[in-house]
């Protein structure tokens, strides 16, 4: 499995596309708009733009990852006979989607890692290590229900449809859920359903640990709530796409 | 205990019978092709084999266990009709990252020098021709060193030079005890690289043998001579004789038993025999009249 898992973040960090939808975008992105308006502060909190849009990016980085780690290459995977090649070898299919699930997450790091970095050298952004401590991981665990998400459209689509699938779900996400736009400034409609998309609560969760308050439970659970719904379709998904017919 | 074992497996696709009541055993060390026809039903076969497709009825075994148990254990190697590799992976990533599946592979030089890949083993799967992707595929079916190797028509996009070669690297595979069942649609094939060959069509099995049991089964010799204008009251009569045709002044005789059919020609007949020739029908012919009656 260790084997498994290497090789597949080996040719991902190898692909192009990933390289500049999931870490180019969202570090180029956080430095123009960290240094337009890094200086401004929230009223309310006190947390300067640059803290903000750090956890923005990084969540916008994050979600595109594992969003674009998992639903096209699975797609592909399945349409192109690489699945099948699989299939007949000892390696059970449990394992192949907990790797994939795995495999995912790690390539979440980048993202926030150079995200994370640049706040620090370009910003001079500091938090307490407990913070920074807590954002990792809630960052850093938020994803699953995203990479869950990309298994799920992997599984039940053909790789030209799972492409604009992927990339609507990602953009749609992370501009809907206000990682791009904060959502004080959405119309009404825009702003309610922002408040029930997975996407929202992960950027809140971070939002808050940046603000020292503890994260609220409405965004802890709305997360944990769209985990399960989103990792019970997946498996589901997944188990429809990996049967002996 | 065989190694493959069918037990009237029947595969439907709504009405149609994919494979219609296939029994077959296949011991161990043999290699066994599978010809027939495109549609005959090789690829089913052999999808469900491989557990892939599962049977409509009846019971397929491999070593004695089903054929989910037989790939878990590591036991069965193949090489599919169609599969492409990860393009972003090299050859030596895929393949050493396959083989680490099996719980007792073959050393990842050997793969891949029984593949002939080794001056390639770092070049990414992506930039591979359509032969060389042939090899990688082949090394991953030979990579956790089964007992069991099952390539579904392997030579399909091969050119001459390198098929001749795949097959000696089949050959050289099996020299060590191993199993292997191909499917193919190509006679010479079949004649060249199996020790067995199993005819299938529609389904079914039409013919079971050596090549040389299979056109000698169709009455795959003829003699040949020329008749001019001699009558041929009685040829059909002459001992082996299956069928008799007349060809512009010579008369062709189908048989099962050549030298007993010469022998009476000379012996038993008035006939001024001239021109005689003794020729083996090759398998194309038997194939032909196996595959297209009923």
Known sequence: MLKHIKIEALRMLRNKRYAVFVVAFPLGFYLLYSNLWGDQVDATTGVKASVILMVSMGAYGALASSIMSTAVPWAQERESGWLRQLQITPLPSWSFIVTKLVVSMLLTLPALVLVGLAAVLTQGVSLPPGAWAGLVVAMWLGVIPFAALGLAIGSLTRPDTAQPLAMIGMFGLALLGGLWIPLDIMPETMRSIAKVLPSNDYATIGWQIVAGETPSASAVLGILGWGVALIAFAIFAFRRATVRA | MNAISFSKVTRAYGDVLAVDGLDLDIPPGRT???????????????????????????????????????????????????????????????????????????????????????????????????????????ALAIAGAPRLLILDEPTAAMDVESRRAFWDNIRAYAAQGRTVLFATHYLEEADENSDRVVVIARGRIVADGTAAEIKAGVGGQTVSFTLGTQSVAGLDALPGVMAVEITSGRAVLRTSDPDATVDALYRKTTLDVRGLEIAGADLEDAFLALTQES
């Open chain 2, 32 to 138: 066994v092709a599978l010809l027939g026809p495109n549609g005959a039903g090789k690829s089913t076969a052999i999808n469900m084999l491989l557990g892939l497709l599962r049977p409509t009825s009846g019971q397929i075994k491999i070593f004695g266990e089903t054929p989910e148990r037989a790939i878990a254990r590591g036991d069965v190697g193949a090489m599919l009709q169609e599969g492409t590799l990860i393009p972003e992976l090299t050859v030596a990533e895929t393949v050493g990252f396959v083989r680490s599946l099996y719980p007792d592979p073959l050393p990842l030089d050997e793969i891949l020098r029984m593949a002939e890949l080794t001056d390639l083993a770092g070049r990414r799967a992506g930039r591979l021709s359509g032969g060389q992707t042939q090899r990688v595929r082949f």
